[in-house]
């Protein structure tokens, strides 16, 4: 065996390496084995007997130690872009309380950790109020929306932070993505931080010891460290499949609820806000609607209620596809026929064995 082979060979097992640490976004330890790849390949050169070959070789050497050097330069250029992409996480809300119906003990809940958070002891105590709060539950239940209002009325600055969205994007740099997006939240304090869909960072086993693992890790480190800090930072996490959670991961959220789908008043509550409170008339009564809908998610009764407000509008305005600026829109009553129409048409989606599955998973990890 020529020895050009035992190098070739070892340097393909670096190049291996390298890449794994690129992936985790360990850097440093990729220009290491870079720097090793480089070496070898010099080696390599120095041994060869065909002039093109060595050629070939030293081609390769410079190749990678260049790859070093654009590559920290590329860092060192990098850097302001995590705090750009945690402030594209930034967004403004004017949602309020009174815009989520039912859900009522998770509302109060939520006032009271924020009320806290804005309030000044008169004594100085050591107050430890919630700041991680995992919200679980079937989705198109309202857990979007408890954060958003929540942030509103404290007037915090509020990051809706999807993890699969960061996981995608910037797979090696979520860590990094992630430490930028508490240093801003710190920064602009009070914050709240929201994770949407949280069990994203339980990917399967493969994908975890590569990615996920280094944002979990990093996740938790920031979540144990701002309960030490004077600002205020609030994370709230939202998923629709919390047995894919760890245990340990479980375990740092200081409450773990429920967000189950509306009951009977919620559901009459979400068709009064989607309907009555935006100005719409309805030949229905809201009890009836409400009865009408049980299995439904919020999200899908707000669904209905937009189908059957076209309709009404199709039936009042039948020439609309022809309308010219200044159009003048008839707006009627919306009828029984329109309303129970469009229930019929929206199927609900989240099925009675999954509600067991939430409700036996929350007796066993749930807060009260
Ligand atoms: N409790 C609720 N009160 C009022 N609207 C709701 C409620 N739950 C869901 N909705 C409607 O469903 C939509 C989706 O809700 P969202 O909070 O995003 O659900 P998720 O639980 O998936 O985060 C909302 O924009 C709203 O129109
Ligand atoms: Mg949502």
Redesign the pocket.
């Known amino acids: 065996m020529s020895i050009d082979f035992l190098i070739l060979n070892q340097i393909k097992k670096l190049e291996t390496e390298a890449e794994y640490y690129e992936k985790k976004g360990e850097k440093d330890k990729a220009y290491e084995v870079y720097e090793k790849i480089a070496n070898l390949y010099e080696k390599a050169a120095s041994k060869a007997l065909l002039q093109s070959t060595r050629e070939l070789y030293l081609m390769k050497a410079e190749e990678y130690r260049s790859r070093i050097n654009t590559t920290k330069e590329k860092i060192n250029g990098d850097e302001p872009d995590y705090i750009q992409i945690a402030k594209s996480m930034i967004e403004k809300t004017n949602l309020t309380w009174d815009?989520?119906?039912?859900?009522e003990k998770i509302k109060s809940l939520l006032r009271q950790a924020v009320g806290i958070a804005i309030s000044k002891p008169e004594k100085p105590v050591k107050l430890d109020p919630p700041r991680s709060i995992l919200l679980f539950?079937p989705?198109?239940?309202?857990?979007?929306?408890?954060a958003s209002a929540a942030s509103n009325s404290i007037n915090a600055t509020f990051f809706n932070a999807d993890i699969s969205k960061i996981l995608s994007r910037y797979v090696g740099d979520s860590p990094k993505t992630i430490d930028a997006l508490f240093l801003l939240a710190r920064k602009m304090s009070p914050s709240i931080i929201f994770f949407?869909e949280f069990d994203a960072i339980s990917l399967n086993r493969e994908e975890k010891e590569n990615i996920g693992t280094g944002l979990i890790q990093k996740i938790l480190t920031e979540m144990d460290g701002f309960r030490k800090s004077r600002d205020f930072v609030m994370v709230i996490a939202?998923t629709?499949r919390p047995w894919a959670l760890d245990e340990a991961i479980l375990n740092r959220f200081d409450y773990r609820v429920y967000?189950p789908l509306?009951d009977f008043e919620?559901r009459k509550?979400?068709f009064e806000?989607?309907l009555g409170k935006k100005n719409f008339e309805i030949e229905a009564d809201y009890d009836d609607l409400a009865k009408r809908t049980e299995g439904y998610?919020?999200?899908e009764?707000?669904h209905i209620c937009r189908k059957a407000i076209m309709s009404m509008i199709k039936r009042m305005n039948p020439d609309i596809e022809n309308a010219r600026p200044g159009y003048k829109l008839r707006i009627g009553k919306i009828t029984k026929e329109e309303l129970y129409k469009a229930i019929e048409e929206t199927k609900p989606s989240v099925s009675k064995e999954m509600i067991k599955k939430y409700e036996e998973w929350g007796r066993e990890y749930g807060s009260e």
């Open positions: 815009d989520i119906s039912g859900l539950g989705p198109g239940t309202g857990k979007t929306l408890l949407d939202s629709n967000v509306p919620a509550g979400i806000i989607e998610s919020g999200r009764i707000s």
